[in-house]
């Protein structure tokens, strides 16, 4: 199974997001000759300049040529030679740098990375799975396997079934499991022209994450009510009343609050994620508003008795959404009402998760005078994807 994307930013054909480099391979399922053709075919119909097509292959079947196989296998440099042994096939992907009338063709590697990609995602649409590689021996390569001098060796693909992580030893099984990162839209995209970075819409990124992720996998799922959340109601004697879920996500804390016996709104700018809240209070018989809203732009009047975030306030990084965030928070705020925030902790220190962690500091600073702080406490997101909980703060307040 493919890892999930984790700084993901929109969503995207789901070919697209479940194929991933692996390096647990199947040792024992060779890859059909039906197969592989349909993988080969999707390469020749990829696009090329002027039509050349000036990719060649070299297939090496592990099953079927050992001989050429071990060839393959035998130029890897040692750290692809550890995970490789398993794999049934190796293709050899090479490019011609000439068009047919003789003149360079500058477009050539670009085409060749079309075909590669073409053969990879044909792969993942077959149930198989593919690993592009740079390290081995080029040219080398190239005379072991008899390519024309003419032609330049340019990648290796591993294909085949997939495999199981105890295939692997400690260090790469660790790798296997990362999450897979790319630099954000921001970085590599101008609009206009250069220094002018692209600002991809914030909610296409949880939109993505809903359709992407089983949403009890997701890292912030809780199916209860969060425990701090449940205490603290217990210990303000709150029952009943106004209530909004900000960032409401698949709905558990929503439905657990009508539950008992608020009257709730909650919001959230994944349709996705609101189709599943939905569903979950039908299931559950209580009656919710769900609104599809974007705190930083709130379309609510409120206010309400009581405003729960879990997990939103801790993705803005910037000084102005903070300010933004206050400002609907003190317009949605009924005078005496409450607000409770669960946020990570500045004492979180691992890479995945939200941009901010925030201290009780900040927490103060941004909330008073506006409201009044009851408790700051450290504590944990509860989750069962988590066996070592993320570090957060809860906050307790009241509107003044």
């Known amino acids: ?162 495999g199981t992580l105890d295939q692997l030893d400690e260090d790469l099984k660790k790798r296997e499991l990362l999450p897979r990162e790319r630099k954000p839209l921001e970085n590599l995209i101008h609009i206009g022209s250069w220094g002018h970075p692209f600002q991809p819409p914030k909610s296409l990124g949880w939109e993505a994450r809903y359709q992407e992720t089983k949403h009890e996998c997701l890292p912030w799922f809780s199916p209860q009510l969060d425990s701090d959340f449940a205490e603290a109601l217990a210990s303000l004697g709150l029952h009943s009343g106004t209530a909004l879920d900000i960032g409401c996500g698949s709905g558990t804390q929503a439905v657990a609050l009508a539950r008992k016996g608020f009257d709730v709104t909650a919001t959230e700018v994944s349709p996705t994620a609101l189709k599943a809240a939905r569903e979950l209070a039908e299931q559950n018989k209580v009656s919710i508003r769900f609104v599809e809203d974007d705190i930083l732009n709130t379309r609510l009047q409120g206010p309400y008795d009581l405003i729960i975030d879990r997990g939103i306030l801790h993705n803005f990084p910037e000084p102005e959404d903070r300010t933004t965030y206050l400002t609907a928070l003190k317009k949605l705020s009924k005078p005496g009402g409450y607000f409770f925030l669960k946020c990570f902790s500045h004492k979180e220190t691992r890479q995945e998760g939200p941009p901010c962690r925030l201290t009780p500091e900040e927490l103060k600073s941004l909330f008073q005078p506006d409201f009044e702080i009851l408790e700051i406490k450290e504590t944990t997101f509860q989750s069962p994807v988590h066996d070592h909980p993320p570090q957060a703060l809860l906050l307790l307040a009241k509107r003044k």
């Open 1 to 162: 199974m493919a890892q999930q994307r984790l700084n993901v930013q929109a969503p995207i054909h789901p070919l697209i997001a479940k194929r991933w480099s692996p390096r647990a391979f199947d040792p024992d399922r060779p890859v059909s000759i039906e197969l592989l053709t349909s993988c080969l075919e999707a390469a020749r119909w990829s696009a090329s300049s002027y039509n050349a097509q000036p990719w060649r292959f070299v297939v090496a079947d592990r099953f079927h040529d050992p001989k050429s196989w071990q060839i393959v296998f035998d130029h890897l440099v040692p750290v692809n030679q550890h995970w490789n042994r398993r794999v049934p096939v190796f293709v050899v992907a090479t490019t011609y740098p000439f068009l047919e009338d003789g003149r360079p063709n500058g477009h050539a590697e670009h085409d060749l990375g079309q075909a590669n990609a073409n053969f990879c995602l044909q792969a993942t649409a077959l149930g198989l799975v593919t690993h592009q590689m740079a390290g081995f021996k080029k040219d080398e390569l190239r005379l072991a396997l008899g390519v024309p001098e003419e032609y330049t060796v340019k990648t290796v693909i591993a294909l085949g079934w997939p």
